[in-house]
């Protein structure tokens, strides 16, 4: 039997939520005659109902205007990503000319890591994560080698120090007054991507400064997922997706910040045209003379498909606002949090850090009894439509987003594992 009372207590959390509304404004995937429970918004968020229109706009401008496109009408596509630059700057708590939309997020870290990592033989070293994103771990290793050095000693991987894999920032301050002679850059991740754990950047980053190293984030699981201030916690650079929690769509474009502090910066980088100075770029001369800020990174010109929904979603972010969105997030995490721990301890425990302030929406769900127990738990949710996603060896994340899950969709899910685990 369904829990009667579970059902109905969300139902009562929903119709008191003051960001209700805002599910109606996406596409959530069926299940039979129902919505989807789904839970996996870290992975690739839902489509604004938004999104067909801006992409639909991009589409006929080209078939009406073509060339022209790019400089008559609304919407033109040669400032085109002007338009997303404000409310992304709102997102991660920037100044607007600190970001930009290009790329993919891993492009995105090695252009920037070629103007923010440049070892020495003094100080060639990087401080990242044990068990990063596997493409974080193969970007910087590649850039170590690539600038002669050797990963086994100038890649250090700061092993986690409390159980199931998080980090206490007195671990990661120790890490990085030991090596800190030696570290030209400490890579952090907003909030880690398996254990759901977020940190604190203006910590890592002032730790980070005083030992005369680079702060860099990758904000792929933190973005639209937390309130950032990038700006305000002096990071020098950020990478991050639009895919994830920023809901823009399979391998959208992605985002970059650079410090307000660099605009001007004269490292070396890897320039490409739409990185020139845009009074003059057009001038096709011979000289690269960048563009301030982080627009003065970019390559191309920009794919204007794939920043279109970037559009649609920006608006409804503009709309709430990070401060209500985060507010409702913990909520409904602390909710799920509490559901699991008050019907669900023998069968899941929760990886991630308890307290809000060291976690987003995520939660990862070590389950009971190994791998094949937990691939059955998994298998059983998917048949009922209820999506999360799976971590080897034996965790499924579980990522209620405040901008489109409910209570009710928490409640569902926890009356399935218990389902599973009575076998009914
Ligand atoms: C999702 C994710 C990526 C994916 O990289 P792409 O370049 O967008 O394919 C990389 N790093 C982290 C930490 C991620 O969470």
Known sequence: MPNQDACRHAEILDNADPLRALRAKFLIPRHGDRD??????????????????????????????????????????????????????????????????????????????????????????????????????????????????????????????????????????????????????????????????????????????????????????????????????????????????????????????????????TRPRFAGWWGHEQTTRFQMGPQFEPSAGADGWQLSNPPILGLAPLRASLELFDEVGMTALREKSVRLTDYLDASIRAHLADVLSIVTPAQAERRGCQLSLRVHGGRARGRELFEYLGARGILGDWREPDVIRISPAPLYNRYADVAGFVDAVEGWRDGR
């Open 36 to 265: 989807q429970l789904y839970f996996c918004g870290n992975s690739l968020g839902l489509q604004p109902r938004g999104a067909r229109a801006h992409v639909e706009e991009v589409l006929d401008k080209w078939a009406h205007e073509a060339v022209e496109g790019h400089f008559t009408g609304q919407a033109q596509w040669m400032p085109y990503h002007e338009l997303v630059r404000e409310p992304l700057a709102r997102v991660v708590g920037a100044e607007p000319l600190e970001v930009v939309a290009m790329n993919s997020l891993t492009a995105n870290l090695h252009l920037l890591m070629v103007s923010f990592y440049r070892p020495t033989c003094e100080r060639p070293a990087i401080l990242m994560e044990a068990g990063a994103f596997p493409s974080d771990r193969y970007a910087l290793e590649s850039q170590v080698r690539f600038h002669g050095f050797d990963p086994a000693r100038d890649l250090i991987e700061l092993e986690p120090d409390e159980a199931d894999g998080t980090f206490s920032m007195a671990a990661i301050a120790s890490a990085i007054e030991r090596h800190g002679p030696r570290l030209a850059l400490v890579l952090w991740p907003g909030v880690q991507y398996r254990t759901g754990q977020a940190f604190d950047l203006g910590d890592i980053a002032r730790l980070a400064h005083a030992q005369g190293a680079i702060a860099g984030f990758d904000l792929a699981h933190a973005a639209g997922n937390l309130p950032l201030r990038l700006h305000d916690d002096n990071a020098d650079f950020a990478v991050w997706c639009h895919y994830k929690y920023l809901n823009s769509g399979p391998g959208a474009v992605a985002g970059a910040f650079v410090h307000a502090r660099h605009a001007h910066t």
